[in-house]
């Protein structure tokens, strides 16, 4: 079998990998840091290349075996998400004080690195990014999963364009000691203020981080800079620089959605990763549209007809055309005059210069109420959308107007004329931002017949009303709240769900234990969770080739049990021999590799059983054992069984002398 093959580096610095030779043969080094190194590595077992990463604990810790246990359990969940943007764990082993992860192996480049060499791609590819981050944070949370440690160090981009989000579920097993009790744990300049201040997180902690993220993406700067007690402060009380006094050019949208992310208050902030996602799609899909410039048309045209026309015209979506109407002919041209006379002339001209001002009067009382303004010409008007909501649709409306009648000058009648004319309606539909602790519940609106949601989540399109929602969670009570949702605004709400049940997480080292619940097997192995009634509950694990493990734990309403032992390998019972005759009387000692085992009771004659096998000698018995770690359970009838745990680890005797009680 080869031994594993490190990449040169000093024996000072070298971290132990006590991973099995016939798994893993490393390729090369990726990356190091104080606890951590990973590795590029071939499976052997599975033929493909992965990523390898091997995490030091710390055993001098007192919490070492609860927070080895704890970051084991997070690193199983995060290994369950099967998304495009987020790397694949496919294996965890935890042995020696080690955690082994072996992951999907990448090449691609940080983000870390894009900004530190200040190459920021164009704004609509940062954008794309955006968006695949918020989904992929967003499926996590959905499943119950957090980061805790979002940074541009963990995004990590493809050949392809594609995000990949690494140390998913596990960033606490990152280069960091274990917490302690009341202590942070993170990157300052991408904590939450609730992180930073070392209080309880839920999802949207990550929701904060993704906006110091998407402050850098998009400036090329932090949001919080200076010393790490500085910076910490900052976090939690003062408020960022706005992001475009750093780079004018970025879109006022944009600039919003950063903002909001980073609100201190958790509430403020967006209430799940979709509804940021979506904000940024809005943004893109707005940087792809062509701008629509609405010129003004003239509203008097003059046309050959002597009648009344009504001239409609498309409108393009989302553009505010002016109403444009026909009117009838101008007047009529003066009359020829033909006299011969000066006198007839003379009357001739006065009655022309009489008709002529006429006419200039009524053609200006015509045109008064649709002047045009010839001497500027249009100006285009740009209209800046709303970051969430949907740009509102024009509605077009048609009005009839009826105009008095002109005196006779020779023209046709006016008559009554139509309008059609073009108004943008008022965003009237609201939205619903609703969280939950723990997030997770199935979310029921009134009124929203046969939809359901999980929180966190965000409901759009509602028109405005108090809606009565309910939120449920196997082991929760329901929980009901009636809330207004107004036009144009988002309403939001966080439920403190209350347990009714207990929840128990049970693992084993190694993994693979079958577990029993109350002497009855649920059918599941260890690592697994259960939801349980409030009481005392008898925990047993077995699994072939080591001992059986056993506890009980008093399950309370809201309480989380861990149970987590180090299963021990079972001693040999397939070469256990009874010492008697001569070697028991004159007192012959164990052959090579052995021990002995003397028991004895009282009264006499109680049936042995090691590890789970009966002897088929009773007490007393001397018995020759390989050494190993065995159970002997002492059963006798009309006495209670007597369990005692040995590890035999060198030779001579192990005595075990009970007293039966009944």
Known sequence: MDALQFSPVSDDDRVPIPTPQD????????????????????????????????????????????????????????????????????DIVLDKGFVYLSMQFLEGTTLNELLENDHLPPLPELLSYADQICQAVGFAHQRGVIHRDLKPANLMLTGQGVIKILDFGIAQLGDREPRPEGGISGTPSYMSPEQAAGKEMDHRSDIFSLGSVFYGMFTGFKPFTGEVNDVLQQVMSKAPIKPSSLKPSLPP???????????????????DCGAMAAAFRQQAKLLNEVPQIAIKQPSVWPAPATTAETTHSPLAAGQTAAPQTVHGQAPAKRPSVGAKYWKLGAMAATCLLVAG????????????PHSVATSQPPQPTVVQPAVLLEPAKPTIT???????????????????????????????????????????????????????WKTPQTIAHLAPASYKVTLRKSGYAPE??????????????????????????VTSTPPGATILIGGTDT????????????????????????????????????????????????????????????????????????????????????????????????????????????????????YKPVHKSVNVSTQGKTKIEETLSK
Do not use: C, W
Not at 253 to 258: F, K, L, P
Not at 357 to 368: E, S, Y
């Open 23 to 90: 798994r893993y043969a490393i390729q090369s080094e990726l990356g190091r840091g104080a606890m951590a190194v990973v590795y590029k590595a071939h499976d052997r077992l599975i033929g493909r290349t992965v990523a390898l990463k091997s995490i030091r604990l710390d055993s001098g810790n007192a919490g070492h075996k609860a927070h080895a246990d704890q970051l084991l359990m997070e690193a199983k969940a995060a290994g369950s998400l099967d998304h495009p943007n987020i790397v694949t764990i496919y």
């Open 253 to 271: 949208g944009i600039e919003a959605i950063i903002l909001r992310a980073l609100e201190k208050d958790p509430l403020k902030r967006f209430q």
């Open 357 to 368: 001002a006429l006419a200039a009067v009524i053609q200006r009382r015509a045109a008064a």
């Open 398 to 452: 048609e009005t009839t107007e009826t105009v008095a009648p002109q005196p006779k000058t020779g023209k046709a009648p006016s008559t009554a004329r139509k309008v059609v004319s073009a108004t943008v309606a008022a965003a009237v539909e609201g939205e619903l931002a609703i969280s939950s602790t723990p997030p997770g519940a199935t979310v029921e609106v009134e009124g929203q017949s046969g939809q359901s």
């Open 480 to 505: 009901t709240r009636v809330i207004q949702v107004s036009g144009g605004n988002r309403a939001s709400f966080d439920v403190q769900l209350k347990a009714t049940q207990g929840f128990l997480s």
């Open 523 to 638: 059918g599941k192995v260890t690592p697994a969770e259960f939801m349980l009634n409030p009481a005392a509950q008898h925990i047993i694990l077995r699994k072939e080739g080591y001992l059986e493990e056993q506890t009980e734990i008093k399950l309370t309403a809201g309480q989380t049990a861990n149970y987590s032992p180090l299963m021990r390998a079972a001693g040999r019972t397939d070469n256990i021999k009874a010492v008697g005759g001569f070697s028991k009387l004159f007192g012959g000692g164990p052959g090579a590799g052995t021990a002995q085992i003397e028991i004895k009771t009282q009264p006499k004659g109680a049936q042995v059983v090691i590890n789970g096998k009966p002897l088929g000698k009773i007490t007393p018995v001397v018995i020759q054992v390989e050494m190993g770690n065995y159970d002997i359970s002492l059963e006798k009838e009309g």
